[in-house]
T-cell receptor, first 115, second 117 residues
Framework: AQKITQTQPGMFVQEKEAVTLDCTYDTSDQSYGLFWYKQPSSGEMIFLIYQGSYDEQNATEGRYSLNFQKARKSANLVISASQLGDSAMYFCAMITNSGYSTLTFGKGTMLLVSP | ETGVTQSPTHLIKTRGQQVTLRCSSQSGHNTVSWYQQALGQGPQFIFQYYREEENGRGNFPPRFSGLQFPNYSSELNVNALELDDSALYLC????????????????FGSGTRLTVV
């Protein structure tokens, strides 16, 4: 079974500062993928960044980077230069190479960016 | 390319009633997955449909059922609604199970907020 743990219910950051959202995972599969999604109050899940278990380099997408530490089973999201529009729920999720590819989500972290 | 559309956006039902939620998949996608997101929680996998057949199911009772149509759109049906069924229901389409695309091509809709009273 797969499990995602996000230990930070809420995070506060000032505009233009960097913030790290924590995510640890557990799986017995060797091949898996890790995602971060942003969910604003509208409800839509917005894909931010993806890291495959065999990717040697940490993924980056604009202001988002994923700090992947395989031995520690962690996949933290780093947002550089926070913006007011970054205020939202953030979910870490995992997919494994099973017969039907489904996502296992953590409980999420609420990020609030202040001016 | 069109995204994933869910309808209705909001719904209020009475305990014991039945509800049908709808989802159109993104162009080129033939797999649809449904997730339930209770307030303050992460989404939980309900089931997945691939080529009009159920391809996997999470820990949900049989009163949660679904359909997928030849155009790959999908319905989620819930019978005998309970108060705990109140949640945001998310639909996601993807190219096919086990695809090796870098981000698996998942595209989520905006969800249907169901309130059971």
């Amino acid at each position: 079974a797969q499990k995602i743990t996000q230990t930070q219910p809420g995070m506060f950051v000032q505009e233009k500062e960097a913030v790290t959202l924590d995510c640890t995972y557990d799986t017995s599969d060797q091949s898996y993928g890790l995602f971060w999604y942003k969910q604003p109050s509208s409800g839509e899940m917005i894909f931010l960044i993806y890291q495959g278990s065999y990717d040697e380099q940490n993924a980056t997408e604009g202001r988002y980077s994923l700090n992947f530490q395989k031995a520690r089973k962690s996949a933290n999201l780093v947002i550089s230069a926070s913006q007011l529009g970054d205020s939202a729920m953030y979910f870490c999720a995992m997919i494994t190479n099973s017969g039907y590819s489904t996502l296992t989500f953590g409980k999420g972290t609420m990020l609030l960016v202040s001016p | 390319e069109t995204g994933v559309t869910q309808s209705p956006t909001h719904l209020i039902k009475t305990r014991g009633q039945q509800v049908t939620l709808r989802c159109s998949s993104q162009s080129g996608h033939n797999t649809v997955s449904w997730y339930q997101q209770a307030l303050g929680q992460g989404p939980q996998f309900i089931f997945q449909y691939y080529r009009e057949e159920e391809n996997g199911r999470g820990n949900f009772p049989p009163r949660f059922s679904g359909l997928q149509f030849p155009n790959y759109s999908s319905e989620l049906n819930v019978n005998a609604l309970e108060l705990d069924d109140s949640a945001l229901y998310l639909c996601a389409s993807s190219p096919r199970p086990g695809t090796t695309l870098p981000n698996y091509g998942y595209t989520f809709g905006s969800g249907t907020r169901l309130t059971v009273v």
